[in-house]
């Protein structure tokens, strides 16, 4: 039992390139998402997914597609990344659409875009 | 706007102390409120949380106490060891919403 996996664990891009991490999860959750975690600003909503199939944006959505490709993997792309999206992104899944159900959290993929 | 404020953003203390974080909200429509810890290289991971029908909760060594009228709630860490030296984030979120609302995270640091 795995929990929580991304991969890449570390990546860098140059202005306009694009990429896509990859975060899979094996607790039958029904409940996916993607945060970023900058120094000093706590971690971000990205976007979510409540369930196989549905997507929605959070927080901070622009620069980003995501895609909810079965109820095991949530991927986030960035379609042609910005010095500002250099960051540390964090996947997390939860077991309903509930706040209160607790979200666990992956590894994370550093970022670094020159 | 930043709706949950936490603070310090470091805090040191010697083994053997209470560490105590705290957290402000704005939003009256927060009713959850969880704190996650993180080490180094590792992903956040919950600790403990709160409801604001209750005004305290402890497990173990770790307490949180609610304020409901002056919307704040703080994490209380008693006999601090260096094996807490990590950073605590505080969080809410509101009944019908997805995701979690962070705070910007205390980096705690435990001197044996």
């Known amino acids: 039992n795995a929990g929580v996996t991304q991969t890449p664990k570390f990546q860098v891009l140059k202005t306009g390139q694009s990429m896509t991490l990859q975060c899979a999860q094996d607790m039958n959750h029904n409940s996916m998402y993607w945060y970023r975690q900058d120094p000093g600003m706590g971690l971000r909503l990205i976007y979510y997914s409540a369930s196989e199939g549905t997507t929605d944006k959070g927080e901070v959505p622009n620069g980003y597609n995501v895609s909810r490709l079965n109820k095991r993997e949530f991927s986030l792309r960035l379609e042609s990344a910005a010095p500002s999206q250099t960051s540390v992104y964090f996947c997390a899944s939860s077991k309903r659409r509930d706040p209160t159900d607790t979200q666990y959290f992956g590894p994370g993929t550093r970022l670094t875009v020159l | 706007q930043q709706q949950v404020k936490q603070s310090p953003q470091s805090l040191i203390v010697q083994k053997g102390g209470i560490s105590i974080i705290n957290c402000a909200y704005e939003?009256?429509?927060?009713?959850?409120f969880p704190w996650y810890q993180q080490f180094p290289g590792k992903g956040p991971a919950l600790l403990i949380a709160?409801?604001?029908?209750?005004s305290e909760k402890k497990e173990g060594r770790f307490t949180i106490s609610f304020n409901k009228s002056a919307k704040q709630f703080s994490l209380h860490i008693m006999d601090s060891q260096p094996g807490d030296s990590a950073t605590y984030f505080c969080?809410?979120?509101?009944?019908?919403?997805?995701?979690?609302?962070f705070g910007k995270g205390t980096h705690l640091i435990i001197q044996p």
């Open positions: 709160i409801r604001p029908d209750v």
């Open positions: 969080a809410a979120s509101r009944g019908g919403a997805d995701g979690l609302t």
């Open positions: 939003n009256t429509a927060f009713d959850y």
